[in-house]
Structures are given as structure tokens and as C-alpha cells.
T-cell receptor, first 113, second 111 residues
Framework: DGGITQSPKYLFRKEGQNVTLSCEQN?????MYWYRQDPGQGLRLIYY???????QKGDIAEGYSVSREKKESFPLTVTSAQKNPTAFYLC????????????FGPGTRLTVT | RKEVEQDPGPFNVPEGATVAFNCTYS??????FFWYRQDCRKEPKLLMS???SGNEDGRFTAQLNRASQYISLLIRDSKLSDSATYLC????????????FGGGTRVLVKP
């Protein structure tokens, strides 16, 4: 089955710890994205990557880091510098970045206490 | 002003009725448009792309009005399973071809 997987589904961490969220796709898509969604709000773009070994900051990149060493993988690290890390994190991919639909993984709910 | 705005609702719809709602966008350079559906605590799923001539997919019809800068979604013969939040999504060329999401319109279909 082709698709996007994210793991884990739920993640709990103590304040001050870095945590890495996994995102893998087997759709052979070039572009991948990370979004954050807070309760009752829309999606906000954290980082995106149009090609392997290249990525750009989105609207709310502070406190986050990413890597794109392989086409199918785009892990997101939530660092201790992120002031309000508790949120629903969604990874997406698309065949390109112009007029292409994005397809989402099931998301990871991160709770930091 | 937000780049993409939606009425948050909820729109309470009797089963079998028709419901329609709009989404406005502020950047006239916007070049592609989508409707996504998001169920509670789930990921968004693509419902349909919106083409300049308007398009229909079963009970769903999407329209684009570039002059007034809005897109619309109409759902005919509403089913209970249509209850969800509908996200309007715009690709704004000036923003680096990234997708910008509206806050969503919540639709509740009731028996």
C-alpha cells in the first residue's frame, strides 16, 4: 500500500527534552512538509522540502529542525527551544510544489509536560 | 487580514438537505485551490481540487470566483457521514508555492 506513515501516534515528553517525529512516504513524492495544528485552529507550516538535502523554513520554524537525507524520509525534531510544543503534528507530501495536491499522514499528537 | 478565511460554523444541516459555504482569499496571485475534509482528531484528506470552470464530484460541487476572490463548496443530499470540518486550501504563488490553509468550516449533519 502506498502512503505516508508517521510514528508514533501519541508521544509524551518532559519539558526540556528534544523529541524527533518520524515521517516516511512510499509515494515517490519529491516534496514533503511538516505542519502543526492546535485545537480549533488551522494548519501552520513548519518546514518543507522540495528535494533531497534541501529544505526551507515555513511560517513557524523557530524551535524546530528537520533533515532530508532520503527522498522517502523527512523527520522533524522538536527542540527544547520550542515554547509551546504540545500540538498535533502532520506530515504531508506532494508530487511537486506547484498546483499539486498534498497528501497527509495520520499525524502524531505530542504532549509535553 | 488572514490570507484564507472561512466561516467556522457550525452549519447544522438536516439529513438530505443542501448546504453551501464559501472561503475567501486575499491574494489575487493565488493559483490553485483545494477543499480538504478533516474528521475530528484525524488528518485532512483531499476532497477535491477546484478548477476555474467549476467542478462536480458526486454530491459535491466546487466553484471558483476569481473576480470576488472566493471559492465555494456545495453538498447536496447531505449524509450523516458528511459531518466534518472542511478546509479551504490555497496555493499562493507569492508565498513560494506553499499551501495556505483556512481555519475550516464545521458541518454537522443531523437526522
Amino acid at each position: 500500500d502506498g502512503g505516508i506513515t508517521q510514528s508514533p501516534k501519541y508521544l509524551f515528553r518532559k519539558e526540556g527534552q528534544n523529541v524527533t517525529l518520524s515521517c516516511e512516504q512510499n509515494l515517490n513524492h519529491d516534496a514533503m512538509y511538516w505542519y502543526r495544528q492546535d485545537p480549533g485552529q488551522g494548519l501552520r507550516l513548519i518546514y518543507y522540502s522540495q528535494i533531497v538535502n534541501d529544505f526551507q523554513k515555513g511560517d513557524i520554524a523557530e524551535g524546530y529542525s528537520v533533515s532530508r537525507e532520503k527522498k522517502e524520509s523527512f523527520p522533524l525534531t522538536v527542540t527544547s527551544a520550542q515554547k509551546n510544543p504540545t500540538a498535533f503534528y502532520l506530515c504531508a507530501s506532494s508530487a511537486g510544489t506547484v498546483n499539486y495536491e498534498q497528501y497527509f499522514g495520520p499525524g502524531t499528537r505530542l504532549t509535553v509536560t | 487580514r488572514k490570507e484564507v478565511e472561512q466561516d467556522p460554523g457550525p452549519f447544522n444541516v438536516p439529513e438530505g438537505a443542501t448546504v453551501a459555504f464559501n472561503c475567501t482569499y486575499s491574494n489575487s496571485a493565488s493559483q490553485s485551490f483545494f477543499w480538504y475534509r478533516q474528521d475530528c482528531r484525524k488528518e485532512p484528506k483531499l476532497l477535491m481540487s477546484v478548477y476555474s470552470s467549476g467542478n462536480e464530484d458526486g454530491r459535491f460541487t466546487a466553484q471558483l470566483n476569481r473576480a470576488s476572490q472566493y471559492i465555494s463548496l456545495l453538498i447536496r443530499d447531505s449524509k450523516l457521514s458528511d459531518s466534518a470540518t472542511y478546509l479551504c486550501v490555497v496555493n499562493i504563488k507569492a508565498a513560494g508555492n506553499k499551501l495556505t490553509f483556512g481555519g475550516g468550516t464545521r458541518v454537522l449533519v443531523k437526522p
